[in-house]
C-alpha cells in the first residue's frame, strides 16, 4: 500500500518570498506522484505530475517539484509566491497499472501574506 | 469540451436517510473515481468504475454503493446515512488511455444532520 505524508498542515508566507511545501510519501513500488491545488470551496486542480524521466517537474505558473527517490520525496517549491498562490496544497501517489486509485496526503494549506 | 460536473452542490439529510450523488464525466473519458473529503482531511477513494464495472473498492462499508452508465456518467448511493458521513465528495474521470491524470469536479457538499 502507498502512503503520504505532507509535513506541514500550515504555512504562512510573506508575497514575494520563496515557499516550499514538503512531501514524503511510502511504497514499496514505483509510483506516480502528483501535486493538487484546491482553492476555497472548488474541487481538486492538477498542479503538475512527475511519471517518469527528469526528476525536476514545472507547472505553467511557476511552482516546480522534484522527485527524490533516494528521500522518497516529492516537495514544491516556488521562488516567489503570489496572494493568489492561496490555497491548499494535496501531495499524491498513484501506483501505475491497475485500477487508478490516488492516495492523497492531508493537505498544507499555503497562507501568503500581503 | 466540458469538464467533470457534480450535482447537487450541496445537500442537507438527517440520519438513517438515503443520498444519491451524480457526476458527469468530462468527453472521452470512461473512467469514474469517487472520493470522500471530510473537513480538514484529503481525500479518501471510496471506489472507481470503468467502463460500468466497479473495478477497485477503498475502505468503505458496502452502504456506499455506486453505478456507471453507458454515457460514462456515475452516482453515488449512500444508505442508512450518519454523521461522520458529512463530506465533501468528489468525483474525477479519466481515460483508460491515459491512466495517470484524473480530472475532478467541483464536488457535492453533504452535511448529515
Same mark, same amino acid.
Given at each position: 500500500?502507498?502512503?503520504?505524508?505532507?509535513?506541514?498542515?500550515?504555512?504562512?508566507?510573506?508575497?514575494?518570498?520563496?515557499?516550499?511545501?514538503?512531501?514524503?510519501?511510502?511504497?514499496?513500488?514505483?509510483?506516480?506522484? =502528483?501535486?493538487?491545488?484546491?482553492? #476555497?470551496?472548488?474541487?481538486?486542480?492538477?498542479?503538475?505530475?512527475?511519471?517518469?524521466?527528469?526528476?525536476?517537474?514545472?507547472?505553467?505558473?511557476?511552482?516546480?517539484?522534484? =522527485?527524490?527517490?533516494?528521500?522518497?520525496?516529492?516537495?514544491?517549491?516556488? #521562488?516567489?509566491?503570489?496572494?493568489?498562490?492561496?490555497?491548499?496544497?494535496?501531495?499524491?501517489?498513484?501506483?501505475?497499472? &491497475?485500477?487508478?486509485?490516488?492516495?492523497? &496526503?492531508? &493537505?498544507?494549506?499555503?497562507?501568503?501574506?500581503? | 469540451?466540458?469538464?467533470?460536473?457534480?450535482?447537487?452542490?450541496?445537500?442537507?439529510?438527517? *440520519?438513517?436517510?438515503?443520498?444519491?450523488?451524480?457526476?458527469?464525466?468530462?468527453?472521452?473519458? /470512461?473512467?469514474?473515481?469517487?472520493?470522500?473529503? $471530510?473537513?480538514?482531511?484529503?481525500?479518501?477513494?471510496?471506489?472507481?468504475?470503468? *467502463?460500468?464495472?466497479?473495478?477497485? *473498492?477503498? /475502505?468503505?462499508?458496502? *452502504?456506499?454503493?455506486?453505478?456507471?452508465?453507458?454515457?460514462? !456518467? !456515475?452516482?453515488?448511493?449512500?444508505? $442508512?446515512?450518519?454523521?461522520?458521513? !458529512?463530506?465533501?465528495?468528489?468525483? $474525477?474521470?479519466?481515460?483508460?488511455?491515459?491512466? /495517470?491524470?484524473?480530472?475532478?469536479?467541483?464536488?457535492?457538499?453533504?452535511?448529515?444532520?
Amino acid at each position: 500500500a502507498q502512503s503520504v505524508t505532507q509535513l506541514d498542515s500550515q504555512v504562512p508566507v510573506f508575497e514575494e518570498a520563496p515557499v516550499e511545501l514538503r512531501c514524503n510519501y511510502s511504497s514499496s513500488v514505483s509510483v506516480y506522484l =502528483f501535486w493538487y491545488v484546491q482553492y #476555497p470551496n472548488q474541487g481538486l486542480q492538477l498542479l503538475l505530475k512527475y511519471l517518469s524521466g527528469s526528476t525536476l517537474v514545472e507547472s505553467i505558473n511557476g511552482f516546480e517539484a522534484e =522527485f527524490n527517490k533516494s528521500q522518497t520525496s516529492f516537495h514544491l517549491r516556488k #521562488p516567489s509566491v503570489h496572494i493568489s498562490d492561496t490555497a491548499e496544497y494535496f501531495c499524491a501517489v498513484m501506483k501505475p497499472g &491497475g485500477y487508478q486509485k490516488v492516495t492523497f &496526503g492531508t &493537505g498544507t494549506k499555503l497562507q501568503v501574506i500581503p | 469540451e466540458t469538464g467533470v460536473t457534480q450535482s447537487p452542490t450541496h445537500l442537507i439529510k438527517t *440520519r438513517g436517510q438515503q443520498v444519491t450523488l451524480r457526476c458527469s464525466s468530462q468527453s472521452g473519458h /470512461n473512467t469514474v473515481s469517487w472520493y470522500q473529503q $471530510a473537513l480538514g482531511q484529503g481525500p479518501q477513494f471510496i471506489f472507481q468504475y470503468y *467502463r460500468e464495472e466497479e473495478n477497485g *473498492r477503498g /475502505n468503505f462499508p458496502p *452502504r456506499f454503493s455506486g453505478l456507471q452508465f453507458p454515457n460514462y !456518467s !456515475s452516482e453515488l448511493n449512500v444508505n $442508512a446515512l450518519e454523521l461522520d458521513d !458529512s463530506a465533501l465528495y468528489l468525483c $474525477a474521470s479519466s481515460s483508460g488511455t491515459l491512466p /495517470n491524470e484524473q480530472f475532478f469536479g467541483p464536488g457535492t457538499r453533504l452535511t448529515v444532520l
